[in-house]
């Protein structure tokens, strides 16, 4: 996926950011006698957002921006947030373990290691990290 | 003398060196790995201390302390994600050591400029404790401001011709850093109900997301190539003599810009290592060697290194002489150290002078035993490189959710890591530097808290401000930094960035 990709999106994404900083800003409460409140410091961040934007949008071209190296990489980018997405998701409700051995022979496997070696090595890395932190660090998964 | 001598007697106890050891080693676990950091180290060993002398239990502290920050810069220039926050600057410099094939000698660079810097710290407190801490003490807000603001300012620096962008990430850490409650009128902003950002944005899982799941999207995108060759373990011909010597010299800058900064209450290794790159680059010797920094200089990752480490004397020197924590790890040691009895503050260096001097000798020790590890495992932690990249990638990955969650035991860390993850992935692809977005989170409260408590001081007097000489400093230096770099972009000179 390689698209012509402008700069000038990437100055917009951050200028319509500034506005809404300016404009949330607005709604918080005022501090007393003149002194900075609330919403002082994400104004500032956003109206410099916008200088910042307005000169990014003046001073460059657009630019070819190359998202992945082909199809294959693609599929393994969104399958692995896919996976990520699950293992958070079911935080809670399945075992850890169980949801990192997947996670970590899902990654290897779509990395190309065969299936066989993908499930040993995701085996061994969730057995030491539940060690480490689980026994070792006492750190609650579920 | 009879105090250095009690001390050296002291630490001649072969029980006070195993503690040590312990500490230093279970220092290198909890710098090494994402997520832990040196004040979680210690603040967990402090109840085991309960039990053994305070000597046992505070070369058990120190060994933590002064292991986990050198062992932070292992997977900041193997992995390209900071083993603790005062790691960062060091990624600028090491990890693209790395992916030239030159892990090893980055590696060396990493432990030799953390002796240097921890060691010509721990002289400074030594020698100058007390001057430096009151200095420290004549620090208000508006010279927080001031110190904070020039930090920020550096974020031009390190966008490496990409200075507008760098710019625009910058300030979207700054506002990052507004979510969260008001720190002076506790009103919620951007907290969307949900409870979990009452808080704000934890730094860390974005640090983690930023650089470590962030480096494994972008090496599953296909578009990065791994690091083909390694340099070879004990080859000394890794570096010329007259390359040492340049980071002999930039360790040197960064020991000195360290050890100031880490006097500086609550200003840490982050702070230090950002500023003494940034200054390390600004004292090179030409337009060449400038243009390396952010690209693999070994000057630049020598001074990092050595100001991450330096700060750590820095802190102690204003812990011990005044009883103030220089940064978090301190402010635990100090818990510590009175649970054990020990005072710090003025007294404490006239009524047990050698207890200061134990503390002094056992950071020398742990320094010494840090660095040799790092050394001597710079080789085979560079043949990590050599592993298929599907396994790196699994083990950046599982610590990375492991990491985020293990800091507060909150799910919410762990999806904030996977949003600065995939953020990371977006801004690499449209080349917007990441080190200004840290630099924004970071510093950004303490900009906001002190500035705010500045104008409060002087009753909103804005010009009281420019009343104060350090602040005036800070405040020059902030605008030279921007202004150089800004010029540069806005006639078209800079050049796009490698990276």
Known sequence: MNKRLSVHPVAIGFALLGLYLLWSARHFPSAPAGLPGPGFFPAVAGVAMLGFSAALALGRPGEAVQWTAGRAARIRLVAVILLMLGHLSLWGIVPFSIRTLVLVSGVLRLGGVRWKDAIVAGTLITVAVTVGFAYGLHVRFS | ?499
Request: proline share 6%; with cysteine; net charge positive.
């Open chain 2, 1 to 499: 003398m009879d105090a250095l001598l009690q001390a050296l007697a002291a630490i001649a106890d072969w029980h006070l060196l195993a503690f040590l050891a312990a500490g230093v080693g279970l220092g290198l676990v909890f710098g090494a790995l994402p997520g832990l950091t040196a004040t979680m180290g210690i603040a967990l060993l402090v109840p085991l201390t309960f039990w053994v002398s305070a000597e046992q239990g505070l070369a058990m502290l120190l060994g933590v302390y002064c292991g986990a920050i050198p062992a932070g810069g292992v997977p900041a220039v193997l992995l390209n994600v900071p083993g603790t926050p005062a790691s960062i600057a060091a990624t600028w410099d090491g990890y693209p050591l790395t992916r030239a094939g030159q892990a090893g000698v980055a590696l060396k660079i990493n432990a030799a400029a953390s002796l240097l810097g921890q060691l010509a710290s721990f002289a400074f407190l030594v020698l100058a404790s007390f001057p430096l801490a009151q200095l420290g003490l004549r620090l208000g807000p508006a010279e927080y401001f001031g110190l904070a603001l020039f930090g920020l300012s550096l974020m031009a620096g390190v966008s490496a011709g990409r200075v507008w962008e760098g710019m625009l990430s910058g300030m979207l850490g700054l506002a990052l850093s507004t979510v969260g409650l008001d720190p002076m009128t506790a009103y919620p902003r951007y907290t969307f109900g949900q409870p979990e950002l009452m808080d704000g944005i934890p730094f860390i899982p974005v640090m983690i997301g930023l650089f470590g799941l962030g480096e494994v999207l972008v090496h599953l995108a296909g578009t990065v190539e791994s690091a083909a060759r390694t340099s070879v373990p004990g080859d000394h011909s890794g570096l010329s003599r007259r390359q040492w010597l340049e980071v002999l010299r930039s360790g040197l800058l960064g020991s000195g810009v360290g050890t100031v900064v880490g006097a500086i209450p609550a200003a840490g290794g982050d702070i230090a290592a950002v500023i003494a790159w940034d200054q390390a680059r600004r004292w090179s010797a030409s337009e060449q060697a400038r243009r390396e920094f952010g690209r693999g200089s070994l000057r630049g990752l020598a001074a990092s290194c050595a100001a991450a480490n330096a700060a750590i004397g820095g802190a102690m020197t204003t812990m011990l002489t005044l009883g103030i924590p220089g940064d978090a790890p301190s402010a635990v040691l100090i818990g510590a150290l009175l649970i054990h009895g020990v005072q710090p503050g003025p007294l404490l260096f006239r009524d047990h002078p050698s207890m200061v001097w134990t503390i002094v000798l056992l950071m020398s020790l742990a320094a010494g035993a840090a660095c040799a590890v790092g050394w001597l495992g710079a080789g085979p932690l560079a043949r990590l490189t050599r592993l298929p990249a599907p396994y790196l990638w699994a083990v950046v990955l599982v610590l990375s959710l492991v990491g985020s969650f293990a800091l507060n035991n909150s799910l919410g860390d762990v999806w904030i890591m996977f949003g600065a993850g995939l953020l990371g992935f977006v801004f690499r692809r449209l080349e917007i530097p990441l080190g200004p977005l840290v630099l924004g989170l970071i510093l950004g409260p303490i900009m906001e808290s002190n500035l705010r408590r500045a104008l409060i001081l002087s009753r909103g007097d804005w010009t009281a401000l420019v009343r104060r000489p350090i602040f005036l400093l800070f405040f020059c230096g902030s605008l030279a930094a921007l202004a150089g770099p800004a010029i540069k972009a806005w006639r078209g000179k800079a050049k796009p960035a490698a990276h």
